[in-house]
């Protein structure tokens, strides 16, 4: 059984940083791009950040140079470190793998951005 499980949301001050996790299992993980998406109520889910296999990394533009996106193979673990957060950060965050058509979602964690 395939499982994604996000933690660290949390409300946080503008300024302020955050590093969430997702927990792989029942994949083999190492060959599976992983991503981070967001989403708003009434909005789609948007892409955030993405890494592939080989550790290459890709950002939305919005949150280049604030946030970094990481994988440990070993533990199959994937992280989004993320600084100098913004109210327009505010979303829940979804953990996603993915490799050729095959697609799978956490249940997403709260990033509440707020003073």
């Known amino acids: 059984q395939v499982q994604l499980v996000e933690s660290g949301g949390d409300l946080v001050q503008p300024g302020g940083s955050l590093r969430l996790s997702c927990a792989a299992s029942?994949?083999?993980?190492?060959?599976?791009?992983m991503s981070w998406y967001r989403q708003t109520p009434g909005k789609q889910r948007d892409l955030v950040a993405l890494i592939s296999p080989s550790g290459s990394t890709n950002y939305v533009d919005s949150v280049e140079g604030r946030f970094t996106i990481s994988r440990d193979n070993a533990k199959k673990m994937v992280y989004l470190q993320m600084n100098s957060l913004k109210p327009e950060d505010t979303a829940v965050y979804y953990c996603?793998?993915?490799?050729?058509?095959?697609?799978?979602w956490g249940q997403g964690t709260q990033v509440t951005v707020s003073s």
């Open positions: 029942g994949i083999i993980f190492n060959i599976y791009a």
């Open positions: 996603n793998a993915k490799v050729n058509v095959t697609n799978y």
